[in-house]
């Protein structure tokens, strides 16, 4: 993969990477150290080998469905080499025939670093508010 000179092409490197399946071109978006807080089944996931893993299971579990990610609400903020990026993100399951399955929608938070040329992921948060009557992950945003 080419190196990912703006910050800005990291939206459509992971789209397409996710759409793909292609387990490589996504974990290149990420540092070997990476730490990603995500908000399924495990608290962290520290190192691009355990990171791997859930990407691995994920894409799999995906069958011949794939999943369609798009951002809005996108900020990024850069200082030096080293920067802040967040986002609403919507991952929609798609059939083989492009119908719409299922979807659903979290935050995302990333910290990202320039090491020379290319900005990799350091650390990636997603979350979703909880709602305080039934304490269950609100994972449509109505906003």
Same mark, same amino acid.
């Given at each position: 993969?080419?190196?990912?000179t703006n910050p800005e092409l990291?939206?459509?490197?992971? !789209?397409?990477?996710?759409?793909?399946?292609?387990?490589?071109?996504?974990?290149?978006?990420? &540092?070997?150290?990476?730490?990603?807080?995500?908000?399924?089944?495990?608290?962290?996931? &520290?190192?691009?080998?355990?990171?791997? #893993?859930?990407?691995?299971?994920?894409?799999?579990?995906?069958? !011949?469905?794939?999943?369609?990610?798009?951002?809005?609400?996108?900020?990024?903020?850069?200082?030096?080499?080293?920067?802040?990026?967040?986002?609403?993100?919507?991952?929609?399951a798609v059939s083989e025939t492009?119908?719409?399955?299922?979807?659903?929608?979290?935050?995302?938070?990333?910290?990202i670093r320039r090491f020379g040329?290319?900005?990799?992921?350091?650390? #990636?948060?997603? !979350?979703?508010?909880? &709602?305080?009557?039934?304490?269950?992950?609100?994972?449509?945003?109505?906003?």
């Open positions: 993969m080419a190196a990912i990291l939206f459509k490197s992971f !789209s397409d990477a996710v759409y793909r399946k292609d387990v490589e071109a996504y974990l290149e978006l990420y &540092d070997q150290t990476v730490v990603v807080y995500d908000m399924w089944q495990e608290w962290s996931y &520290d190192g691009l080998a355990a990171w791997r #893993q859930m990407v691995e299971g994920w894409f799999s579990g995906l069958g !011949s469905d794939r999943d369609v990610v798009t951002f809005r609400d996108k900020h990024v903020e850069i200082a030096g080499d080293m920067g802040f990026v967040t986002a609403i993100v919507r991952f929609a492009g119908e719409e399955l299922r979807f659903l929608e979290n935050r995302l938070t990333w910290v040329v290319s900005w990799t992921i350091v650390h #990636q948060h997603t !979350s979703g508010p909880i &709602d305080f009557n039934t304490m269950k992950v609100v994972l449509k945003h109505e906003g």
